[in-house]
Nanobody, 128 residues
Framework: QVQLVESGGGSVQAGGSLRLACAAS??????????MAWFRQAPGKEREGVAA????????NYADSVKGRFTISRDNARNTLYLHMNSLTPEDTAMYYCAAKPFTRCPLRLNKDDFQYWGQGIQATVSS
């Protein structure tokens, strides 16, 4: 059974950093192509794609709003996805979700409807 479990959220001041992690089980990064991604959803807003990475490629894509500040990465040995968030602003406050689409290469555009598996979400709050 596929499970995704996020960790690493919390509250920081503007300009600070957070690192989110997503531990995956039920499938293995290193044995096939999988798309792993981060989405976020603020209160009253739609869920939007933040960043994505392939399990067997260094290619990534980012939302324009986070490009240059956030970095998505993975550790295949640990079967874990990460999101390093730097230079945070209050506009980054949201619930962040890990998402996976096994046996699929990541598209250039992130559509939440394309992803089959989701973590429970983890809150990141940025204060001014």
């Amino acid at each position: 059974q596929v499970q995704l479990v996020e960790s690493g959220g919390g509250s920081v001041q503007a300009g600070g950093s957070l690192r989110l992690a997503c531990a995956a089980s039920g499938f293995t990064f290193s044995t096939a192509w999988h798309c792993m991604a981060w989405f976020r959803q603020a209160p009253g807003k739609e869920r939007e794609g933040v960043a994505a990475i392939n399990s067997r490629s260094d290619s990534t894509n980012y939302a324009d709003s986070v490009k240059g500040r956030f970095t998505i990465s993975r550790d295949n040995a640990r079967n874990t996805l990460y999101l390093h968030m730097n230079s945070l602003t209050p506009e980054d406050t949201a619930m962040y979700y890990c998402a996976a689409k096994p046996f699929t290469r990541c598209p250039l555009r992130l559509n939440k409807d394309d992803f089959q598996y989701w973590g429970q979400g983890i809150q990141a709050t940025v204060s001014s």
